[in-house]
C-alpha cells in the first residue's frame, strides 16, 4: 500500500486516481488518516489533478482542529491503493507486511525468514570451508635481463653480485650469458618470486644498486605460475 | 418518495422529535406544515429550512452569505429538476452536470456539509439505487458524493444503502 513519493508527480497521480471515487482517505469522516497524507503532501496538487486538489482543500479546511481528528495516525505506506507498492518504508522489510496479492512473491514471511536462515547457514558454511582451505600462494617466475656496463665487465662477479640478493620468497634459477653485440654479453637469469612479498620494483632497486657491474635491468618475461 | 415522508426522514436526521403534522395539498402532493404559531408553511425546501431552524442547525443552511445562496439554489435545484423528472434520459443529463460540478467538491457547497446534501440525496436516491455498475462508474464524482452523504451519520436511516463498487472495471468510461 502507500502511495509512492507524494512530493513526485506519480506519486500524486496514484492519489489523484485512489481519491476519485472517494472523499477521504479512510472512511467517510475526516480523520488522521488524511492528516497523515495531507502532511506528506507539499503543496496543493496541479489542478488538473482535480481529485487529489479537491481532497487537498476539504482536509485543509479541517486545518485547525487537525489534532482532535479522530483515528490513530498510521505510517504514511499503510494508507491508499493496495496494489501500489509502499516506497515509503526504509526498504525492502516493510513491504512485506501488505497484504496486497502478489502472485509470484513468496507467500508469508515465515518462509522466507527460513530462507534467510538457510542462506546464512550456506555461508558460515563456505566461510569455515574457505578458511580450511591452505592458502594458495601466488608466485611469478620472471626472467630478467642484466646488462653491464661493457666488454669488460666481470659477468662472473656480476652474477655473483646478483645472486648474492637474498630475500623472502625469493629464488633464483638457472641463467646464461647471451651475447649482444661488439663482444658484450648480458646474463639473462630466472628467479622465482611469491607476489606478496617480492615485488620487480625491489629487484631493479636491488640490482641495479651495483651500479659498478650494472648499467641497466628489464624484465623480459614475467609469468605467473 | 412522497415529500412528507421525506421530511419525517429529515426530521429524524435532525434529531427532532416527531412532533409535526404535515399534510399533502394538491396534486402534486406539496406538503404543508401547520404551525402552532403563525401562518402555515408550504412547500419542501420551505419546510425543511424551517425544520433546520428548529433544530438549531442553522450552519445545515451555510454559513456565509456565498455558501447560503448555493444551499438556496440546490434546494431550488432539487425542487424544480430532480423531481419534476422521472424519465431516464432527462435522469441521465442531471446526473451528467451533477458528476462535472462535484468533480472538484466533496459536498455540494464545497467543502461543508449543507441541508441541500441532504435533500438532494433524498431525491437522488430512488435513481442511483437503479443504476448500473457502469453507470455509478460513469458518473464517478456522483458516485462518490452520495457513497460519502449515505455514510454521513444519521442521515440514511431506513433508505436502502446502494453499493458502489470499489474497483473500476470500466477504465475507459471515465
Known sequence: MGFGDLKSPTGLQVLNNYLADKSYIEGYVPSQADVAVFEAVSGPPPADLHHALRWYNHIKSYEKEKASLPGVKKALGKYGPANVEDTTGSGATDSKDDDDIDLFGSDDEEESEEAKRLREERLAQYESKKAKKPALVAKSSILLDVKPWDDETDMAKLEECVRSIQADGLVWGSSKLVPVGYGIKKLQIQCVVEDDKVGTDMLEERITAFEDYVQSMDVAAFNKI | ?174
Open chain 2, 1 to 174: 418518495m412522497a415529500a412528507v415522508a421525506e421530511l419525517t426522514l429529515l426530521e429524524k436526521s435532525l434529531g427532532l422529535s416527531k412532533g409535526n403534522k404535515y399534510n399533502a395539498h394538491g396534486e402534486r402532493q406539496i406538503p404543508v406544515l401547520q404551525t402552532n404559531n403563525g401562518p402555515n408553511l408550504t412547500g419542501l425546501t420551505t419546510i425543511a429550512a424551517h425544520l433546520v431552524k428548529q433544530a438549531n442547525k442553522e450552519y445545515l443552511l451555510g454559513s456565509t452569505a456565498e455558501e447560503k445562496a448555493i444551499v438556496q439554489q440546490w434546494l431550488e435545484y432539487r425542487v424544480t429538476r430532480v423531481d419534476g423528472h422521472t424519465n431516464k434520459d432527462d435522469i441521465r443529463i442531471l446526473l451528467k452536470d451533477l458528476n462535472s460540478y462535484l468533480e472538484d467538491k466533496v459536498y455540494l457547497t464545497g467543502y461543508n456539509f449543507t441541508l441541500a446534501d441532504i435533500l438532494l440525496y433524498y431525491g437522488l436516491h430512488r435513481f442511483i439505487v437503479d443504476l448500473t455498475v457502469q453507470e455509478k462508474e460513469k458518473y464517478l464524482n456522483v458516485s462518490r458524493w452520495f457513497c460519502h452523504i449515505q455514510h454521513y451519520p444519521g442521515i440514511r436511516q431506513h433508505l436502502s444503502s446502494v453499493v458502489f463498487i470499489k474497483n473500476r472495471l470500466y477504465t475507459n468510461s471515465h
